[in-house]
Antibody
Framework: EVQLVESGGGLIQPGGSLRLSCAAS????????MSWVRQAPGRGLEWVSI????????YYADSVKGRFTISRDNSKNTLYLQMSSLRADDTAVYFC???????????WGQGTLVTVSS | IVMTQTPLSLSVTPGQPASISCKSS???????????LYWYLQKPGQSPQLLIY???SRFSGVPDRFSGSGSGTDFTLKISRVEAEDVGVYYC????????FGQGTKVEIK
């Protein structure tokens, strides 16, 4: 059974850093296209970043480019999102998601809430 | 690529049909012949779940009352007979150039 469990969210001050984790089971993160998608409170869905299977090519939304870094640890079967220079508009529930290709996610985790506020 | 859904909300009597439209600002037909349009349902308090991939293929376990159609830039999700468990927010998503989601259509039961 595919499972994705996010952790690491919380309250952080503007300008701070946070690392989110997504522990996967039932499949290999290295063999899938792994992504982060966020949802601001009461708002819609926004794609954040993707890491490709195999070689691990990464891409980012313009809104987070240069501030966020996606990575994975194949030995731990875990996906990460390192977030820095956080702003109030980064406040959202962050979902990790897997896909067999780069064109869409097929399974999502339950999300972890990040609140950026002083 | 901008995705525009209509309507933004629907109130449906159980057993009645429902339809949601999604339009993309660019064609979602790839040179490989596939059209990268997807539909997701986010039930209250849950994460999104995949319903339809590549316009019209139902994902594993999705009831056959859900169907997708369309081409190019115009797409439709239809629920033949709405059930209470279908409430939530429906999103269309394009996968041609990274991912962009529609604004969402909230479906509730009358």
């Amino acid at each position: 059974e595919v499972q994705l469990v996010e952790s690491g969210g919380g309250l952080i001050q503007p300008g701070g850093s946070l690392r989110l984790s997504c522990a996967a089971s039932g499949f290999s993160v290295s063999s899938n296209y792994m992504s982060w998608v966020r949802q601001a409170p009461g708002r819609g869905l926004e794609w954040v970043s993707i890491i490709y299977s195999g070689g691990g090519t990464t891409y980012y939304a313009d809104s987070v480019k240069g501030r966020f870094t996606i990575s994975r640890d194949n030995s731990k079967n875990t996906l990460y999102l390192q977030m820095s220079s956080l702003r109030a508009d980064d406040t959202a529930v962050y979902f990790c998601a897997k896909g067999v290709g780069p064109t869409s996610p097929d399974y999502w985790g339950q999300g972890t809430l990040v609140t950026v506020s002083s | 690529i901008v995705m525009t859904q209509t309507p933004l909300s629907l109130s449906v009597t159980p057993g009645q049909p429902a339809s949601i439209s999604c339009k993309s600002s660019q064609s979602l037909l790839h040179s490989d012949g596939k059209t990268y349009l997807y539909w997701y349902l986010q039930k209250p308090g849950q994460s999104p779940q995949l319903l339809i991939y590549e316009v019209s293929s139902r994902f594993s376990g999705v009831p056959d009352r859900f169907s997708g159609s369309g081409s190019g830039t115009d797409f439709t999700l239809k629920i033949s007979r709405v059930e209470a468990e279908d409430v939530g927010v429906y999103y269309c998503m394009q996968g041609m150039y990274f991912w962009t989601f529609g604004q969402g259509t909230k479906v509730e039961i009358k």
